[in-house]
Nanobody, 115 residues
């Protein structure tokens, strides 16, 4: 069993930056895939970025060059650095962790944009 708790969401302006964190209840070293997803109102959930053990990092085209995923195994934490935020970025951001065959989800953290 893995529990995931996200934090770091909050109101930001377009062009601003934010760092999201996802703390896992146990060791993340053995997790096969850790990823960030997002879902905006009226839109389908989409994968933002993922770290695949042994293969590396993958990210959606819409965030490549602006968002960066990283992990700190010693702190059992997954991060997502959001830079140059755009009007299409507001969403609930959730982290996931895969320990085959189970996929675990956090409850998400909201990232709205101020007007």
């Amino acid at each position: 069993q893995v529990q995931l708790v996200e934090s770091g969401g909050g109101l930001v302006q377009a062009g601003g930056s934010l760092r999201l964190s996802c703390v896992a209840s146990g060791s993340i070293f053995s997790l096969n895939v850790m990823a960030w997803y997002r879902q905006a109102p009226g839109h389908q959930r989409e994968m933002v970025a993922q770290i695949v053990r042994g293969l590396g990092i993958d990210s959606a085209d819409s965030v490549t060059g602006r968002f960066a995923i990283s992990r700190d195994n010693a702190k059992n934490t997954l991060f997502l650095q959001l830079n140059s935020l755009k009007p299409e970025d507001p969403a609930v951001y959730s982290c996931t962790a895969s320990l085959a065959p189970v996929l675990y989800w956090g409850e998400g953290t909201r990232v709205p944009l101020s007007s």
